[in-house]
């Protein structure tokens, strides 16, 4: 049974460049959601898209974070210019479409050198 | 502005006895709760969830208790086992209008030892 799939799940980058994160959510779950959690804290709600619209995007820190869900399936978090405090593990979930639970991926650890 | 709390880091626990791990919110718009389990290495995974228009919810070794007046809830597991120790996280739905986005606490880190 698949679950919510994120790749790569380890991403090294230098300061100043871009990065594409990628996520498969299960497969007829209609809501995916995008977290970063960094050491020692709990999940930092980002974005999350019903369908194809960005539902609610108040938790984007700035405009280098973009994300994307074009055919309301496969989603793409983008992040221009990376900077050192980008360093986190990056979360996708999915559920859905009627409200929680949320089901989490592994995540990709972002690493900006 | 932290709205979900966890003011406990970590939590040690003998097998077969009771873990208590505790939450407190701020947001009186909260509607519903969840608590999730996390092993190193992978996403957080569902456990137990509770609607604000109850006190209490019940899966097998797992109690959720809401108090809304408090702001508090808490999970309970009993018996504990080894293969709870994990790193909990409260999360809470909504805290403004509309919206299905979970905010979470900083997590509870559990040992169950033999």
């Known amino acids: 049974g698949a679950g919510v799939s994120q790749t790569p799940s380890n991403k090294v980058t230098e300061k100043g460049k871009y990065v594409e994160l990628r996520c498969d959510p299960i497969s007829g779950h209609t809501a995916l959601y995008w977290y970063r959690q960094s050491l020692g804290q709990g999940p930092e709600f980002l974005i999350y898209f019903q369908g194809t619209g960005a539902a609610d995007d108040s938790g984007l820190p700035n405009d280098r974070f973009f994300a994307v869900r074009p055919e309301g399936s496969v989603s793409t978090l983008k992040i221009q210019r990376t900077e050192r405090g980008d360093s986190a593990v990056y979360l996708c979930a999915s559920s859905r479409g009627q409200g929680p639970p949320l089901h989490f991926g592994n995540g990709t650890r972002l690493t900006v050198t | 502005d932290q709205q979900v709390k966890q003011n406990s880091p970590s939590l040690s626990v003998q097998e077969g006895r009771i873990s208590i791990l505790n939450c407190d919110y701020t947001n009186s718009m909260f509607d519903y709760f969840l608590w999730y389990k996390k092993y190193p290495a992978e996403g957080p995974t569902f456990l137990i969830s509770?609607?604000?228009?109850?006190d209490k919810n019940e899966d097998g070794r797992f109690t959720v208790f809401l108090n809304k007046s408090a702001k508090h809830l808490s999970l309970h597991i009993v018996p504990s086992q080894p293969g709870d120790s994990a790193v909990y996280f409260c999360a809470a739905r909504g805290g403004s209008y509309n919206t299905d986005k979970l905010i979470f606490g900083t997590g509870t880190r559990l040992q169950v030892f033999p």
């Open positions: 509770i609607s604000s228009i109850k």
